[in-house]
């Protein structure tokens, strides 16, 4: 089964660094995932949320097949793996968000935790705003550029890091 976050949601983060998991994402954690999420920057200031099972697949299937000493290959592995964290749920359905990724992400108070398919993005939420407007502003723009170059056949390249980087050797 393919793991599928959809929705937003603003939740307050406590004074510790702690914020609820929205109900509708808890129910979409794999039971390989133990309740349990990796934490990483994201683009855009994001806190990447990803279940603990997938991360595992993905960084086995992708991150470990990088290149080891190509530069952009150490600079992708670099940024996935140094920032990241696994964190539990609490009984009450929270997470900690740690202290580097909120201050990178400007996260204070009060978040948006928007699922975008395999992962959850968490937001500042003026932050998050901001990029929805830009978003709807160039919507239509962005679906012809990505039929226009095929984006059904590469869109597997982007998963859980949308990155884009094919795993080595496979001649795409």
Do not use: C
Not at 10 to 21: C, E, L, W
Not at 115 to 136: C, K, N
């Amino acid at each position: 089964m393919v793991t599928t976050f959809l929705g937003e949601f603003t939740h307050s983060v406590d004074s510790k660094g702690r914020v609820a998991v929205p109900n509708p994402f808890r129910r979409q954690l794999p039971s390989a995932s133990e309740g349990k999420f990796v934490l990483l920057r994201g683009r855009d200031r994001t806190i990447e949320v990803h279940p603990l099972s997938e991360w595992k697949e993905f960084a086995n299937r992708t991150l470990h097949k990088l290149p080891l000493y190509q530069r952009r290959s150490q600079r992708v592995r670099r940024f996935r793996f140094a920032s990241a964290t696994t964190v539990g749920l609490d009984s009450q359905g929270r997470i900690l968000l740690p202290k580097h990724l909120r201050e990178e992400a400007g996260i204070n108070g009060e978040a948006v935790l928007a699922g975008v398919g395999a992962y959850i993005e968490i937001w500042e939420p003026g932050a998050y705003r901001a990029f929805i407007e830009q978003a709807r502003k160039a919507h239509d723009d962005d679906l012809a550029y990505l039929e226009e170059h095929d984006w059904q056949e590469k869109a597997e390249y982007g998963g859980a890091t949308g990155e884009g980087v094919p795993p080595a050797g496979d001649g795409r």
